[in-house]
């Protein structure tokens, strides 16, 4: 076991404390400024605490087999590096073209089932939330126009998805995100939003679908601020 020492813990925590998020002009993009030391970038600093500990960890703990190891650093300063690197390229490549083809040929038909399936579930328990409204009042009343709304959401949204590859609506972030250079550490796929799917009825929020918010799109910033969301009001 490696032990963590105190005082590195309390500088990260007045690091990660120092961090404030804005919204990039140009991009609409969040980005994150470090006012103590004037750094700015566009990955999470939590997720950049994570990889100095790790590295850290690792480090002490293979230092006395190999003197020669050296934790790599990240810094907003290596992003201009890090763009240049091939290997972290053809990373990023990789992951995302094979993360369209199982979005396409994987994701797409079963998120269309889903979308029928649970449209007409929503649809059945929303009708029932009207039948006892007499008894449990309003909030009966607006549970069930919810999940009606929801439930037909989910089967318009069912329908585009009949079409082949239609599930790239969902993922047009990723995408962009891609051309634009935000995936540029090790093919991360943190910086990137879920977005809506067209439909007869208008855009369907993706992350109503399972399937896509813990397939490709688990790791999409409103995917997981939604689930912190989730957890904290628990």
Do not use: C
């Not at 969040?30 to 997720?47: A, I, M, R």
């Not at 079963?110 to 649809?123: D, S």
């Not at 449990?136 to 009606?148: F, I, Q």
């Not at 929020?205 to 397939?215: H, V, Y």
Request: negative net charge; glycine residues 8%; hydrophobic residues 40%.
């Amino acid at each position: 076991m490696i032990a963590t020492d105190t005082e590195d813990d309390s500088d990260d925590e007045q690091e990660e404390e120092a961090w404030t998020a804005y919204v990039d002009e140009s991009s609409g993009y969040p980005y994150y400024y470090n006012k103590l030391t004037g750094q700015s970038q566009w990955e999470k600093p939590s997720v950049v605490q994570h990889r100095r500990h790790f590295w850290s960890a690792a480090s002490t703990a293979i230092q006395p087999y190999n003197s020669s190891f050296e934790a790599p650093t990240y810094s907003s300063d290596s992003d201009d590096e890090i763009d240049n690197d091939e290997d972290v390229q053809k990373a990023v490549n990789w992951y995302v073209r094979s993360s369209l083809f199982h979005v396409v040929f994987i994701e797409t038909p079963v998120a269309a089932l889903e979308g029928f399936f649970k449209g007409l579930m929503y649809i059945m328990i929303g009708i029932t939330y009207f039948m006892v409204y007499p008894l449990r009042g309003s909030d009966s009343l607006y549970k069930g126009r919810v999940l009606l709304r929801d439930g037909v959401r989910l089967i318009a949204a069912g329908l585009t998805l009949l079409i082949p590859g239609a599930g790239l609506f969902a993922y047009k972030d990723l995408v962009a995100a891609w051309r634009d250079g935000r995936l540029v550490q090790g093919a991360k796929v943190d910086n990137w939003y879920m977005t809506g799917i067209p439909s007869v009825v208008g855009t369907v929020d993706s992350r109503l679908f399972r399937t896509f918010s813990s397939g490709q799109g688990y790791y999409a910033i409103n995917v997981t601020e939604q689930a912190e969301n989730r957890v904290s009001v628990d």
